[in-house]
């Protein structure tokens, strides 16, 4: 069995699938390859001994002390196109995101929403769990939440739980929102200027920077299409978990496109090249003022390609 099995979301892009598998490069180099990301974890374990156990890894690469992860040994001695430990630690959702992943994994295998159910009895690592013994508390977590209705509760044998019950009108909500949101898209949309001195160390830099921690970055002038641009640049927006709004040279599509995704709700990383943001003429005035509502935001000044590219990897990874 050389998939990531089970429904066990990757930890590079998040993708369910199963195409994101196991290879091998000899016996000592056991690897997890991304299909999307296009990169690899060299480990120091045998892959096989935790494919019932992916939740354990999550958990050794994101809590347990430096020095005994189980990639740790993740160096520049190892095959090109490796991944860091801290990239890998960035796609670790919090408690609320791995409770949103076992409502949505529930929600997609139950035919009837409505009918009780057994609800524990799925694999720990959908639940990031540890072991089978720790899902009832996510189940109930899940309940307090007001996901969830349990009607009934037993012990088994080996004194695990396991709650029966069904999905609460709240929860349906919940998980439909979910499946339709752009929560875990692995996209970001670029805004910014075109055809300025700029533009293509804007873009280069902001598809490194996204590159870096697994997201993939286009502008709205990639790829063909049909129809109004303007419907192509909300549609892109729309199917985006971020949007990078660059303002060097002061362009009003990017007002206009960091406006529409800010209305959405979607998250917006706003950046400005530092030489032109701080111009000033020879009486010690600025030369160019973005509008007040944005200059004042916490916004990344970058000074050139390496740098933007380095400040928009760290703050992506900050906003996981």
């Not at 690469?61 to 430096?66: F, G, Q, R, S």
């Not at 709240?170 to 075109?194: C, T």
């Amino acid at each position: 069995m050389d998939k990531t099995g089970k429904g066990a979301p990757c930890l590079l892009c998040g993708a369910i699938d199963g195409k994101c598998t196991y290879d091998h490069i000899g016996d000592d180099h056991p690897t997890y390859h991304c299909h999307y990301v296009k990169k690899k974890l060299y480990f120091d374990v045998n892959i096989l001994d935790i494919l019932d156990y992916w939740d354990v890894l999550g958990y050794l690469i994101n809590e347990a002390p430096e020095g005994t992860t189980l990639v740790d040994r993740i160096t520049d001695s190892t095959p090109p196109n490796s991944i860091t430990v801290d990239e890998v630690r960035s796609k670790i959702p919090n408690m609320s995101g791995k409770l949103d992943a076992l409502l949505r994994y529930l929600y997609t295998i139950t035919r009837e929403v409505f009918n009780t159910q057994l609800l524990t009895d799925i694999p720990p690592n959908i639940a990031y769990c540890l072991a089978p013994c720790d899902v009832p508390s996510r189940i109930k977590a899940l309940e307090m939440l007001g996901y969830l209705k349990i009607e009934r509760k037993y012990e088994t044998p080996t004194s695990i739980e396991e709650y029966y019950g069904c999905f609460t009108p709240q929860g349906v909500f919940r998980a439909e929102e979910l499946i339709s949101s752009n929560k875990n898209s692995q996209k970001v949309f670029i805004a910014m200027a075109f055809n300025t001195a700029y533009s293509d160390m804007i873009r280069s830099a902001i598809k490194k920077g996204c590159n870096y921690v697994g997201y993939t970055a286009e502008t709205v002038d990639e790829g063909s299409y049909v129809g109004d641009i303007n419907d192509r640049i909300i549609s892109e927006i729309n199917k985006s978990k971020f949007v990078v709004a660059d303002y060097t040279g002061n362009n009003y599509g990017v007002y206009y496109e960091s406006g529409y995704a800010r209305g959405r709700g979607i998250k917006i990383i706003e950046t400005c090249n530092k030489d032109w943001f701080e111009k000033k003429d020879n009486h010690g005035n600025k030369i160019n003022k973005l509008h007040f509502d944005v200059e004042h935001r916490n916004m990344i000044l970058w000074e050139n390609e390496e740098d933007f590219a380095a400040r928009l990897r760290d703050r992506l990874e900050s906003l996981q």
